[in-house]
Structure formats: structure tokens, C-alpha cells
């Protein structure tokens, strides 16, 4: 049974750039969480979704970033016309519904040059 | 405005004895509190959770109390092992929405 999948593991874009960073949960999953850490930093809540819905999104910033979950693939966080600020470590979690026990991916560690 | 917070951003224990992590928080509408494990360059693994209406759950060598009053959580490993080495985040939630981390503590256990 996979665990919470997530690729590329490691991305470089230049400040302007798109990155898209990918998440599939574990089977059997509905819920998808993201998190950002930055450096010495503890872990930010972004978004929480479930598959074609956005259920809080009170952590993402307003611009240049948005997150879907379609009903079939994995889920996606789009991080537009990247800036230095953006470089950090972005994590995805996925859970059953109604669990609040999060399983994480790796993460995908997103340096802007 | 963290409102998770862990003080000790690292502790040293010597194997085989008790290491004790502590985590605050600010908000009482918390009701599901959460401890994970992070190795470098891998994600967050679920250790242990407990929610508001219990104030002790032990899983084998870790054991979490909880203060509500106090508002502080603790997670206790004893023995603690070499492999228990790692970053311990605490987390907490009132909705199951979204998830409130600490900052984490750096345990490292001396052989």
C-alpha cells in the first residue's frame, strides 16, 4: 500500500517561473492537505481540499498561488510567477474523512533562483 | 501569530532514559492535538494523538498527556532509543480543517 506520493522531489525555477507541485494520496484517501516550511520554520497550513472541492483555503496567499483536486489525478499546487520568498518546502498530507490523523508525502523542496 | 508553541527547539537525552517534549498552546477551542516525527529531507510521520477528552494515551514507549487547564501537551518516550533522534512536531485542531503546528524540537538521543 503506497504511501502519499509527491513529485518532483526537488524543483528549481527562476523568479517568474510557474511550479507545479503534485500530491496522490493514499489509497483510499479523500482529503488532501498542503503545508509550506520554511526554513527553521515549523510547518504552515495552506489548503485543505477533498476531490473537486475547496473546503479552506484561509492559509494560501491571495496571489499567484491556487491548489485543485480534481476527481481524477492527484491533487496540484500552482505557485505562479515564483519569487526568492517562495523557495521552502512544500508538503502534502492526505487523510480518510473524518480522521484528523494526516499521513504526509516527502515533500517537494522548491528552490527559486 | 503561532498558536502552537514549542519552546525547546532541541533536547538531549541519554539512551535508554526518558525524554520528555513540550508543546503550548493559545488556543482553547483546540479540541485533537497530534504528534509527529520528521527525519531530515522526509515528510512528517504520525506518532500518537489525543483529543480533548481524555487526558493521557500511551502507545507502547510514547505516551502524551494532556493539561487543558494549562493548555500544554507533553509526549513522554521512555526508554528513548538512538533511532528516536529525529524533529517532533506538535500539532493541533479545532475544526479537523486546519492543522496548527509547532515550530518542533530536535531530540537527540546519546548512546
Known amino acids: 500500500n503506497a504511501g502519499v506520493m509527491q513529485n518532483p522531489r526537488h524543483l528549481v525555477r527562476r523568479r517568474g517561473q510557474e511550479a507545479r507541485l503534485r500530491c496522490s494520496p493514499m489509497k483510499g484517501h479523500s482529503h488532501v492537505y498542503w503545508y509550506r516550511q520554511l526554513p527553521e520554520e515549523g510547518l504552515k497550513f495552506m489548503v485543505y481540499l477533498q476531490k473537486e472541492n475547496i473546503i479552506d483555503e484561509s492559509g494560501m496567499p491571495k496571489e499567484r498561488f491556487s491548489a485543485e483536486f480534481p476527481k481524477e489525478g492527484p491533487s496540484i499546487l500552482r505557485i505562479q510567477q515564483v519569487v526568492r520568498g517562495d523557495s521552502a518546502a512544500y508538503f502534502c498530507?492526505?487523510?480518510?474523512?473524518?480522521?484528523?490523523?494526516?499521513?504526509f508525502g516527502p515533500g517537494t523542496r522548491l528552490t527559486v533562483t | 501569530d503561532q498558536q502552537v508553541k514549542q519552546n525547546s527547539p532541541s533536547l538531549s537525552v541519554q539512551e535508554g532514559r526518558i525524554s520528555i517534549l513540550n508543546c503550548d498552546y493559545t488556543n482553547s477551542m483546540f479540541d485533537y492535538f497530534l504528534w509527529y516525527k520528521k527525519y531530515p529531507a522526509e515528510g512528517p510521520t504520525f506518532l500518537i494523538s489525543i483529543s480533548s477528552i481524555k487526558d493521557k494515551n500511551e502507545d507502547g514507549r510514547f505516551t502524551v498527556f494532556l493539561n487543558k487547564s494549562a493548555k500544554h501537551l507533553s509526549l513522554h518516550i521512555v526508554p528513548s532509543q538512538p533511532g528516536d533522534s529525529a524533529v517532533y512536531f506538535c500539532a493541533a485542531s479545532d475544526t479537523g480543517n486546519q492543522f496548527y503546528f509547532g515550530t518542533g524540537t530536535s531530540l537527540t538521543v546519546i548512546p
Open positions: 498530507a492526505s487523510s480518510f474523512v473524518g480522521s484528523y490523523e494526516q499521513y
